[in-house]
């Protein structure tokens, strides 16, 4: 399989700078949350990135300073220090569109998603409910499916984001 080369494509490019290591580690021991990021046509988006916003576990939203830890010499960032937790991740698809978060389960029952990608020229906002029977207010009944993300086991769920299309997500406009 071939890849397009960067002349091949529409930028932005998100993948340069902005993931960190252990972006999607938010807090680890609690539960699993991975998906894919489909196109209009069923693709999946090799060049994605997702910022996630949640409560910890009591409901709390909080407003902690980041936990990013640094190289004191280069000032590169090494990742989390696996302590703080301050509700915020980011992650990149790879080249499948596969994303992967490791975090707390939320006391207020989402996840609150942020989407950006290549021909986007807004990112979206969405967000990914955790127990089946989530009702989002303001949603149409049918499509309230596409904000529940699937517990394919204990603690391990699935949450694929259709950009476009028959199976689109739904996706909140906050501004």
Same mark, same amino acid.
């Given at each position: 399989?071939?890849?397009?080369?960067?002349?091949?494509?529409?930028?932005?490019?998100?993948?340069?700078? %902005?993931?960190?290591?252990?972006?999607?580690?938010?807090? %680890?021991?609690?539960?699993?949350?991975?998906?894919?990021?489909?196109?209009?046509?069923?693709?999946?988006?090799?060049?994605?990135? %997702?910022?996630?916003?949640?409560?910890?576990?009591?409901?709390?939203?909080?407003?902690?300073?980041?936990?990013?830890?640094?190289?004191?010499?280069?000032?590169? !960032? *090494? $990742?989390?220090?696996?302590?703080?937790?301050?509700?915020?991740?980011?992650?990149?698809?790879?080249?499948?569109?596969?994303?992967?978060?490791?975090?707390?389960?939320? $006391?207020?029952?989402?996840?609150? !998603?942020?989407?950006?990608?290549? $021909?986007?020229?807004?990112? *979206?906002?969405?967000?990914?409910?955790?127990?089946?029977?989530?009702?989002?207010?303001?949603?149409?009944?049918?499509?309230?499916?596409? *904000?529940?993300?699937?517990?394919?086991?204990?603690?391990?769920?699935?949450?694929?984001?259709? %950009?476009?299309?028959?199976?689109?997500?739904?996706?909140?406009?906050?501004?």
């Amino acid at each position: 399989m071939t890849h397009p080369t960067p002349s091949q494509t529409v930028g932005p490019f998100y993948g340069y700078a %902005l993931p960190f290591p252990a972006g999607g580690d938010i807090a %680890l021991g609690g539960i699993a949350v991975h998906g894919y990021v489909y196109d209009g046509a069923g693709d999946p988006v090799p060049d994605a990135l %997702l910022e996630f916003w949640q409560a910890d576990e009591t409901g709390e939203v909080r407003a902690a300073a980041g936990s990013l830890r640094r190289d004191p010499t280069t000032g590169a !960032v *090494l $990742g989390r220090n696996g302590v703080v937790f301050t509700g915020f991740g980011r992650v990149g698809t790879d080249l499948d569109g596969h994303w992967t978060l490791r975090t707390v389960a939320p $006391g207020n029952g989402y996840i609150s !998603v942020c989407v950006f990608a290549r $021909g986007l020229l807004h990112h *979206l906002y969405t967000r990914i409910y955790l127990a089946p029977d989530a009702s989002p207010e303001g949603v149409p009944s049918e499509r309230r499916h596409t *904000l529940v993300a699937g517990e394919e086991r204990d603690g391990v769920y699935r949450f694929d984001i259709h %950009l476009q299309g028959e199976k689109e997500t739904v996706f909140f406009d906050f501004g």
